[in-house]
Nanobody, 120 residues
């Protein structure tokens, strides 16, 4: 079982930046594809982006492309979401997830989420 714990959320003004972290337990973090998702009030969970096991590949939703960057430090069992040029519509609970297969079969593990609020 893998536990994921997000941190770094908070309140920020539009145009500002935040960096979220997701710390994973266990010894096999480097084997997992890691993803970020978000869920705004009254809306379905939305895919934000993912990073491959070796950090060689990243992929982003169009809504965040060019503003958000995902990175990982396998030595620290941590994945990051750097969010720049934040907009009020980025307000949501942000979740990290781990794909145990590493190749996009499904998201097996989820964190509890961290709230990001962007004020206008």
């Amino acid at each position: 079982q893998v536990q994921l714990v997000e941190s770094g959320g908070g309140l920020v003004q539009a145009g500002g930046s935040l960096r979220l972290s997701c710390a994973a337990s266990g010894r096999t973090f480097s084997m997992y594809r890691m993803g970020w998702f978000r869920q705004a009030p009254g809306k379905e969970r939305e895919f934000v982006g993912y990073i491959s096991r070796s950090s060689g590949t990243t992929y982003y939703a169009d809504s965040v492309k060019g503003r958000f960057t995902i990175s990982r430090d396998n030595a620290k069992n941590t994945v990051y979401l750097q969010m720049n040029s934040l907009k009020p519509e980025d307000t949501a609970v942000y979740f990290c997830a781990a794909d145990r297969s590493g190749v996009g079969i499904r998201w097996d593990y989820w964190g509890q989420g961290t709230q990001v609020t962007v004020s206008s």
